[in-house]
């Protein structure tokens, strides 16, 4: 069984964060390697010695491994920290990044778009009116495939040809269910997904945490559509915040008195969005060219 160079090289370390749990580690231990794109079968014994493993399960673990993405059968492309569209992180490290759609979507702006899995009206109405108003200026929308507000975006940049980028919680070609299969397929015809598990992965619920965490490390600006206090989509909103990203929350929630974390927020930094206006601050100024008026008209 022989793979693409790429992929050997992306099944070493994945073998290696198997072994190990860490992800910059492993990422070293690999390029530290003669050859990072050969199998290591070969310096299984020096890797026995240097993880305290037996040589024969490291030897098992990238074999099964290998076999997994052998059998993959979407067109996926793995991107390395020199890769050319390998996103800028700022954040946690992740050194393997699998992507299968339109890679070109990483090069322009992109927005990410976050919100609760159950939205009110208005929420609802926020994040429709944003996505509208990001598609208007031709920048794409990263999000997830959750029930609510990820759901929604993703539903209006698919029917208005819109730019969608999609980040799962699970290898890129495993699918919890017949509609998500159906929706990612899309997706991949016309926009990207992106994920940070290899095909040997299971779906487990917990990888909800690392996916996340992965958003948040390659997102320079972030609108929270609605969230509840202590709801998920905080734990990307407040790393890029963290991060000196551009973070803004609709200023809708300011005025639900059990909000207290938007209210908490807005005080630490966040931008607040009312009207387009407002979501212009998440553009770059190339983008607002059009919105500029000319002279002369």
Not at 149 to 166: F, H, N, Q, Y
Not at 210 to 230: H, T
Not at 258 to 268: D, I, L, M, V
């Amino acid at each position: 069984m022989s793979l693409a160079p790429e992929k050997e090289r992306a099944a070493n370390y994945e073998t290696l964060a198997a072994l190990t749990g860490d992800r910059t580690r492993s990422y070293r231990l690999l390029m530290a390697m003669p050859d990072p794109e050969r199998p290591l079968y070969d310096a299984a014994p020096v890797l026995s010695e240097t993880l305290g493993v037996p040589g024969e399960r490291i030897r098992m673990l990238r074999r099964g491994i290998g076999e997994a993405f052998a059998a993959e059968r979407l067109p996926v492309k793995v991107l390395f920290p020199e890769s050319r569209r390998f996103p800028k992180e700022c954040g946690d490290f992740f050194p393997v990044i699998y992507a299968a759609g339109d890679l070109s979507l990483l090069d322009g702006q992109r927005i990410t778009l976050t919100g609760m899995l159950k939205p009110s009206f208005q929420g609802r109405s926020d994040a429709a009116a944003a996505v509208s108003y990001f598609m208007e200026h031709d920048a794409a929308v990263l999000t997830t495939l959750d029930d609510g507000i990820p759901s929604l975006a993703v539903s209006m940049l698919l029917k208005g040809g819109g730019k969608p980028i999609a980040v799962l919680s699970g290898p890129l070609s495993k699918c919890s269910s017949a509609h998500d299969a159906e929706i990612q397929g899309r997706i991949f015809a016309s926009g990207l997904l992106l994920s940070v598990f290899p095909p040997s992965q299971k779906i487990e619920r917990w990888l909800v945490m690392i996916r996340n965490s992965f958003i948040a490390s390659i997102s320079g600006s972030v609108l929270l559509a609605e969230e509840k206090d202590g709801g998920p989509s905080w734990s990307v909103f407040d790393k890029v915040l963290a991060a000196g990203g551009r973070a803004m929350l609709s200023a809708s929630m300011l005025s639900v008195p059990s909000y207290t974390w938007a209210r908490q927020r807005t005080e630490s930094g966040a931008l607040t969005y009312s009207s387009g206006r407002d979501l212009r601050r998440l553009l770059p100024k190339a983008a607002l060219a059009d919105d500029v008026p000319d002279l002369f008209s």
